[in-house]
């Protein structure tokens, strides 16, 4: 039998398609994908509803006050960091998946918002984020 032809040169072209499709599936309003700055992404989901926006961010491990969130003409920024326990940063790892640092998630608002009508709640590694929209005239 021949030798079979190592697969790894494909690896990177795998990994671009995937982003792709996590991209075109999670952003599909456009938005930027990760900064230079960020270190990992934290799944979104957005819906609709008839009065408002809804966001919201899976953030297992943050706290509180280490979340920004910003809306800046169509956009929404939401930024912070996850960080590693000291205890955590000393251990060998087999296997390490959950992932630590910085994160930067950009999305582009659908339709314009109510600013100061936003709320945002944090219960049990949930970031909600309503954006009200603004009333037609």
């Given at each position: ?35 230079a700055h960020s ?11 008839s009065e408002a ?48 640092g910085r994160f ?34």
């Open positions: 039998m021949g030798e079979e032809t190592p697969l790894r040169p494909f690896f990177p072209v795998r990994e671009e398609v995937h982003r792709l499709f996590q991209e075109l599936i999670h952003q599909p309003w456009g938005g930027r994908g990760p900064s270190g990992w992404q934290p799944p979104v989901n957005m819906c609709e509803t926006i809804i966001v919201e961010v899976e953030l297992p491990g943050v706290r509180r006050e280490d979340v920004r969130i910003e809306v800046e003409g169509d956009t929404l920024r939401i930024t912070g960091e996850r960080r590693a326990t000291a205890e955590r940063q000393e251990r060998s790892y087999y296997r390490l998946e959950q992932s630590y930067e998630r950009q999305l582009r608002l659908p339709g314009s918002v109510a600013r100061e009508a936003i709320r945002a709640e944090f219960d049990a590694g949930i970031l909600i984020i309503t954006l009200p929209k603004r009333e037609r005239r």
